[in-house]
């Protein structure tokens, strides 16, 4: 026994309107709730180098800019005051090496007085950050 009439066969069309507009408001909902920061940022050019290698750890990493100011771990610096800050680190990290990222266009007499300061202050290992030669 039958009851129901045998069906023809009906395309089944899904209407995608509603769900269009629910991702629209979704994504309405993300672009206004998420907040964008302009993150500050040291504009540096570093040199080129044939043997440049990725370091794996990151530790205490010096910046010189192409004007001379110094930024110690993404903090401004004045120059009388790194020997102190870096001996402060040493101590509460026992870490012996730090990193120098100077721009290409630093002078070279301002290196060198980093890397004194930076002896100086009990670290006993500098790297020098270069960019790789087909790096950008």
Do not use: C, W
């Amino acid at each position: 026994m039958q009851f129901l009439p045998p069906r023809k066969d009906r395309l089944v069309y899904l209407n995608v309107t509603s769900l269009v507009d629910v991702m629209f408001l979704l994504v309405l909902f993300f672009l206004v709730s998420t907040t964008f920061k302009n993150q500050p940022s040291i504009d540096l050019s570093l040199p080129r180098s044939s043997t440049a290698q990725e370091s794996p750890t990151t530790p205490t990493v010096i910046y010189l800019t192409r004007d001379g100011r110094l930024f110690l771990d993404d903090e401004a610096i004045e120059r009388t005051a790194l020997g102190g800050r870096l001996r402060e680190l040493q101590a509460a990290t026992g870490e012996d090496r730090v990193v120098l990222r100077a721009d290409e266009h630093a002078e070279h007499g301002a290196v060198v007085d980093l890397i004194d300061i930076v002896k100086e202050s009990g670290f006993r290992r500098v790297s020098l950050a270069a960019r790789p030669q087909g790096g950008s």
